[in-house]
């Protein structure tokens, strides 16, 4: 047995010994290590319950094993074959419409999705009462079946075998829809679902050409049909038909934006349980210095016979690496359960059921943080306990004096933070916000410590006051020891994150209920067919004289190349992907709008009739990069043009007026059938006035659908709102541990504070004087650490609202006073609730020990 294998396990005995009094002291540590462990691990072991339930439920999610869709066309003869010869196909179509009431009395924005009899190929349809597709969707007496949720029919006021009109056709509803197995995949609808026919779709007379609907055309291969089949179905659709232009997507990725956003938040909760974790980490430093200070006359006794200063090292990291792998086991323990607790409760929220269950990955990489944690916070403590000489632990100067590690202990604590960042990096679903989360982290912790800093050095420069407490309180901020780095560091990090997401909630609410109503027009209309714009028109005016009516065409095109490359092959910068992910709305303009703003190239000429050119958005091309010259390929109608771009202009898309990515010279699109879309603003129009015009359209154009702006936001602003809630909840996790810090470095400081209370109430003070003198303290501290907090989470929320989310931002006094109380409360509560058991200690014992 080698020297250091000997000397490794006398110092895992001498650890053992030391342990057996207990774990007194470590509440906070293990607290700390528990929460972020359990935090990380079980929002990690959640993202991949539900990606393992979106995996294994891909075929009913899908609703086929290969999906293909087209945009405002049906598929052409030639293609339904395709699909045919490969196995059994279903076809459906979604489109927005009016439903109105048979008397036309009201009526209501619904998602219309119709079906043909082979509906679903896979899952269950579920409708109350339970009918076979004919009589549930059929024609009987002049008049087809249908189901809707039970929110149309709260909305409308209505009842199972009522009547709605649709279009040209009556529709009777025979259930109510419980859920459709295929939701998911089909996207987020701002409106109640009318489940209809195909047949009566085609009855309603709302498909013609130019109408904005989609048709999907989904899949059943042989029952085992391996992914390689599936790839080759999809790659000879793709070289078979090169100009067809639909999107296709298979079973191994059903629900991709479901997939995306819960990568999306289960990495910013990440973020947020490791901001929690490296917050802990301040206590876990406060906690191994408050133990090796009770261990001083241990370690000078250590020392006094002979043992060398790396034993005394490894005895208390063997202890400390014991102590925190007991926290972090109980993390995993509470991070385990965490997928099979809130399994249930997703299932009312997101339709895809989760594969609860251990995940190994998620648990290993919760406690690689939290040992990377420990680690990082701990070595300082330990090397200053390791170099402290035996003389001054007998003389009691110990770890509470002056001096800082070695420097090979400061590199090893760096290097272990290094590494902890480039963890959080590299297993970051997008890297660029975690480098970001990083930055941020180290500044923030650079500057908390700058900040107590410059506040112990006011309180150093503080002129003699006349106030005993008052002066007490300052001297307190400043003196050795004292607590005034680990309350702000602590608290700063917790009370900044929840300032920052805070002034973000609000400013978006703010933008959503107050300012963007006053920008954005009364209504949207889409789908106006050419034949009927004019006379479109001329309602309008009718009904809403002092209105502002924009009209403009309109098609449905999806972006397949840049520059003649397929964006399959490209890599895409994730800020610029949305352009490329499905379909975008496209128009064309032969002059330059008064309202538009170019920023670079310039505008075609009236009369145009060269190769296609194209307009583009000015920050969508910076984020794709693309410049001018360079070419765009679109598939419109099952037809790929490519158009140069001519010009960038400003878009402003906060005003939700009429905006487009792109906007084509007309030769474009020369023949192509296509609807028009028209926004009113009518700053004067009250809500009878809205409902007046509502109705009119609906009665006059049954196929017009028309989106009351305010009604939009209502729902949007409901989202924010619940959103933002959960958001909050989740960054407590960090202010939960900034408590918990802050109550062990009180703590820690409660040797010192019994001594000077001690001395103080001998030398004459009051328990009144004392009482006061530490309130002073925990608020001034209070007041520091808030102020800090609502400037950094000010310039944070601040930069993302305008660079980011360009927005408008403004500054929130309601949070700002509510971050102050928070801060203070905190402060004063915890600190008081210490002092109390502070000032109850008997002089006696504490001043035979001096």
Not at 251 to 264: D, G, Q, V
Request: glycine share 8%; hydrophobic share 50%; charged share 15%.
């Amino acid at each position: 047995m080698t020297k250091t294998i000997r000397q490794f396990l006398l110092a895992l005995r001498f650890s053992l010994r030391e342990m057996r009094g207990g774990l007194s002291g470590f509440a906070i540590f293990l607290a700390c290590i528990a929460l972020g462990v359990a935090a990380i691990g079980g929002v990690n072991s959640l993202a991949r319950s539900i990606s393992d339930g979106v995996a294994a439920q891909g075929q009913p999610l899908l609703g086929g094993d290969v999906r293909f869709r087209l945009n405002q066309r049906e598929a052409n003869e030639a293609e339904l074959a395709f699909l045919r010869s490969h196995g059994k196909v279903t076809h459906s179509a979604n489109m927005r419409s009016m439903a109105r009431l048979a008397d036309g009395s009201d009526q209501a924005l619904v998602e219309v999705k119709a079906v043909d009899n082979a509906y679903p190929l896979y899952g269950v349809l579920e409708v109350q009462p339970a009918l076979p597709h004919e009589d549930l969707l059929g024609e009987k007496a002049d008049r087809f079946g249908a189901a809707a949720p039970e929110l149309l029919f709260e909305r409308l006021g209505l009842k199972i075998g009522d009547t709605l009109q649709l279009g040209n056709a009556h529709f009777e509803l025979r259930a109510k829809l419980n859920s459709e197995p295929d939701a998911v995949s089909e996207g987020f609808g701002f409106a109640p679902r009318l489940l209809v026919s195909m047949e009566g779709l085609r009855a309603s007379g709302l498909v013609v050409a130019g109408s904005l609907v989609e048709h999907s055309y989904k899949l059943r291969l042989e029952p085992d049909a391996s992914t390689t089949r599936l790839e080759q179905v999809e790659a000879q659709a793709r070289t078979d038909f090169p100009q067809a232009g639909w999107s296709i997507r298979s079973r191994t990725n059903a629900a991709p934006a479901l997939s995306a956003n819960i990568e999306r938040f289960s990495q910013f909760l990440t973020l947020v349980g490791l901001t929690s974790l490296v917050v802990g980490g301040v206590g876990v430093a406060n906690a191994v210095r408050s133990y090796l200070d009770g261990k001083r006359g241990v370690i000078a006794s250590f020392k006094s016979l002979g043992a060398s200063d790396g034993f005394v090292f490894s005895v208390y990291l063997i202890q400390i690496l014991l102590i925190a792998a007991l926290g972090i086991a109980i993390g995993l323990v509470l991070a385990t359960l965490i997928p099979f607790a809130a399994a249930s409760a997703l299932q009312a929220i997101i339709p895809v059921p989760a594969e609860a269950g251990i995940y190994p990955a998620a648990l290993a990489l919760a406690a690689t943080f939290g040992f990377l944690v420990t680690l990082a916070f701990a070595i300082l403590p330990l090397g200053r306990a390791r170099d402290v000489p035996a003389t001054a632990l007998f003389r009691e100067l110990g770890l509470n004096a002056e001096g800082r590690p070695r420097p090979v202990y400061s590199a090893i604590a760096l290097f272990i933070a290094l590494g902890l960042a480039a963890l959080a990096i590299l297993t970051a679903h997008d890297r660029r916000i975690a480098i970001i989360f990083v930055g941020a982290t180290i500044l923030s912790f650079l500057v908390l410590r700058l900040v107590g800093l410059f506040v112990q050095f006011l309180a150093r420069s503080a002129p003699r006051l006349n106030s005993t407490a008052l002066r007490l309180a300052v001297g307190n901020i400043h003196r050795p020891g004292a607590l005034t780095p680990s309350v702000v560091l602590a608290l700063g990090l917790g009370l900044t994150l929840l300032v920052t997401l805070a002034l973000i909630d609000t400013n978006l609410r703010r933008q959503i209920s107050d300012s963007l109503p006053q920008m954005a027009p009364n209504f949207f209309f889409v789908d106006i067919q050419a034949a009927n714009i004019d006379d479109f028109s001329t309602l309008i005016a009718t009904q809403a004289p002092q209105g502002t009516l924009v009209k403009v065409p309109m098609l449905r095109g999806r972006v397949i190349a840049l520059n003649g490359v397929d964006i399959r092959e490209l890599e895409i910068p994730p800020a610029g992907a949305w352009v490329l992910r499905g379909d975008r709305g496209l128009t064309y303009e032969a002059t330059q709008p008064d309202n538009v703003s170019l920023t670079g190239g310039t505008w075609w000429p009236q009369d145009y009739s060269g190769e296609p050119l194209v307009s583009f958005s000015a920050k969508e091309a910076q984020e794709l990069g693309l410049a001018i010259g360079d070419t765009v390929t679109v598939n419109v109608l099952g037809r790929n043009i490519t158009a140069r771009i001519a010009n960038f202009r400003q878009v402003q898309w906060e005003t939700l007026g009429i905006n487009f990515v792109m906007v084509f010279s007309p030769n474009t699109f020369a023949g192509a059938p296509h609807s028009w879309l028209a926004t009113l603003s009518d700053t004067t129009a009250s809500a009878t006035d809205d409902a007046h015009i509502l109705n009119a359209v609906t009665r006059a154009f049954p196929a017009v659908t028309s989106v009351r702006v305010k009604d939009a936001l209502d729902i949007v602003n409901q989202l924010v709102r619940d959103l933002g809630a959960a958001i909050r909840a989740a960054a407590g996790l960090a202010l939960i541990s900034s408590v918990l810090v802050l109550a062990g470095a009180l703590a820690a400081g409660n040797r010192a504070r019994i001594h000077d209370a001690v001395v103080l109430k001998t030398l004459g003070a009051t328990r009144r004087t004392l009482i006061l003198a530490y309130m002073l303290e925990y608020m001034l501290l209070g007041l520091a650490t808030a102020i800090f907090a609502l400037a950094a989470g000010g310039v944070a929320s601040w930069y993302i609202i305008t660079h980011i989310m360009n927005l408008p931002s403004q500054f929130s006094i309601e949070v700002a006073l509510a971050a102050i109380l928070l801060s203070l409360v905190l402060t004063i509560g915890m600190g008081l609730a210490g002092t109390w058991r502070v000032l109850g200690h008997k002089a006696a014992p504490v001043l035979r020990n001096l």
